[in-house]
């Protein structure tokens, strides 16, 4: 079973309507991220968690939310959705804290906002 | 601003040819290098990653990249390239205090039979 799993993989929505990311991980990890990818941009940081009380804002946060349920759970929410959080998102996980930490990343979300 | 850089959107090679990719990154001090691979449909995985210490790493798959500090560049290699190895690339730097990552770009590889 994958480390890191994303629900759903796909997912096609409307201009206005609320969509939740979800990110499951068994890897133990205490740190958790939510990136977004759009051609040329690369992955950029929205939201990330370095525990289960921590939440810190990304590069890109606005019009996104979070929830960290649980150690193993991490929640990205678009309260109102727009065509342009059209994208590819990411949920990725690391140990911590150290100097370097590895990331593990899930296998992305497709998003479409028509 | 912290920033990295990969000037190439989209390489194209043939198979068994040499590749090298381009990054270059702006950050205060020598920050962490890293070069993540995306396979399509698939998340990110970890080619190399370099700290300190020798200025050429070797990853996984047969892939090596160098540092140059006077260049700023973090370039990934391979000396032949295989059908399988079409995917994007990431370069990826972290500041030392282990904090977050900032991606570049990527470039798309694709691979002429």
Redesign the interface.
Known sequence: DAD?TQTPRNRITKTGKRIMLECSQTKGHDRMYWYRQDP??????IY?SFDVKDINK?EISDGYSVSRQAQAKFSLSLESAIPNQTALY?C?TSD????????F????TRLTVL | AQS?T?PD?HITVSEGASLELRCNYSYGATP?LFW?VQSP??????LL?Y?SGDTLVQGIKGFEAEFKRSQSSFNLRKPSVHWSDAAEY?CAA?N???N??T????TRLMVKP
Do not use: D, M
């Open positions: 890191v040329g941009l690369g992955l950029r940081l990330y990304g990411f990725a911590g804290p150290r100097l370097f930490n590895e990331q990343f899930g296998p992305g | 990295v990969q959107i962490y993540y449909g698939q998340g990110l995985q970890l990653k700290f990431f972290q030392n205090a282990g977050l990552l991606f570049g770009g990527g």
